[in-house]
């Protein structure tokens, strides 16, 4: 799935990029020739996780960044309600060569069938927007969309006889686990009941650090800090997985307000200490105690601390010069996994620009 979405993001060009009605045209063009082999991978999956959601378009960027949150990979389709874009046209040659046979040689015959196919979408701009937008969740294969296509009655050419190709017809969307729906989502499938359990909670809980960050920042983020990314993941998943039944409970709305508290608690939690990095240069000079900003490196750059340490303790360094030698390490150190937090972290400091 990545490679094949790296290639389609690689041959665009920047006039096609230029104009999203353009990107979602040539998207489902190219796609069309994969589209059954890619549907046969999803259904062959054996993750739980890999999802298969239908939404209003207008609900895209809501649905993406939260599901990301706690599914491998997303199907995404809209309800294929809206106009149907034609694509092109298909030709298939059914022609039949010489035969040999009783009483003499059968001859060739010619059977040449043309069909219209097409794509159902409410609103193409919108579409090539958000693949625009979500292209490094494309490419990382975190999400892909899947058009709902259509074709029409094939025309003939034979021996005899010549019919034009039918008229493109409404759409069928059979690829799908969850209709998502005033931000629910409505399980179709009842065959994966982890994924349930995810999806329709992170759905409706309130995770304030990625509804003020578009798109294309969270799309970003996501494929930057990847290790962290997955690490917030699997804390997601096993918050959520503590619901247990309580989605079909009277005390639903009650259960996931109070799994959204403790995630929110532990997100603030978090990231209040890593705020504090910021602040390294100010405590330094205010002449904080060594054991205050060891606490505040420990829980955010542990490697940091051991390094800084490590390094001291050959030259018997004392208090006085401990913390600029962390500090030194933890600005050139190069980049490394943060831990689950770090995702987060990253993720609020977008927002709040």
């Given at each position: ?20 009605r ?29 999802v ?8 895209f ?22 106009a ?12 039949s ?8 040689e ?24 958000w ?40 759409f069928?969307?059979r ?9 629910r ?46 690490q ?23 259960a ?6 403790s ?40 490697e ?50």
């Amino acid at each position: 799935m990545a490679v094949w979405m790296n290639e389609f993001y690689d041959s665009l060009v920047e006039p096609e990029r230029a104009s999203p009605r353009d990107v979602a045209l040539t998207y489902a063009r190219t796609l069309y020739a994969d589209y059954e082999r890619l549907l046969s991978t999803k259904a062959a999956a054996t993750s739980p996780y890999y999802v298969g959601l239908s939404s209003e378009m207008g609900s895209f960027t809501h649905v993406t960044k939260r599901v990301v949150l706690v599914a491998d990979t997303m199907l995404l389709s809209d309800h294929g309600i809206g106009a149907v874009h034609r694509l092109g046209e298909q030709r298939e040659d059914l022609s039949s060569p010489a035969v040999p046979g009783i009483g003499g040689e059968q001859l060739p015959s010619t059977r040449i069938e043309t069909y219209l196919y097409g794509l159902v979408t409410n609103d193409l701009v919108q579409l090539g927007q958000w693949l625009l937008d979500a292209e490094p969740l494309l490419r990382s294969g975190l999400v892909w969309y899947g058009p709902v296509f259509t074709k029409g009655r094939a025309g003939r050419r034979d021996d005899q006889s010549y019919s034009e190709p039918g008229p493109l017809p409404s759409f069928s969307d059979r690829s799908i686990d969850f209709v998502v729906e005033h931000g629910r989502a409505v399980d179709l499938a009842g065959t994966k009941p982890l994924a349930s359990r995810v999806v329709r909670p992170v759905l409706e809980i309130d995770l304030p650090f990625i509804d003020g960050l578009s798109l294309a920042d969270f799309a970003q983020v996501t494929r930057e800090e990847f290790d962290s990314y997955r690490q917030y993941r699997d804390f997601m998943r096993s918050r959520l997985l503590e619901l247990d039944g309580a989605l079909e409970a009277v005390d639903s709305q009650v259960a996931l307000e109070r799994i959204a508290l403790s995630i929110r608690d532990e997100v603030n939690a978090a990231t209040a200490q890593m705020s504090s990095t910021s602040r390294s240069r100010a405590l330094s000079r205010s002449g904080a105690v060594l054991g205050t900003t060891s606490a505040v490196l420990a829980a955010v750059r542990p490697e940091a601390l051991q390094g800084a340490l490590g390094f001291t303790a050959t030259i018997a360094a004392g208090a006085t010069g401990l913390w600029p030698t962390i500090q030194a390490f933890a600005d050139t150190k190069p980049k490394r996994t943060q831990g689950k937090w770090h995702y987060v972290w990253v993720l609020q400091k977008k927002a709040a620009r």
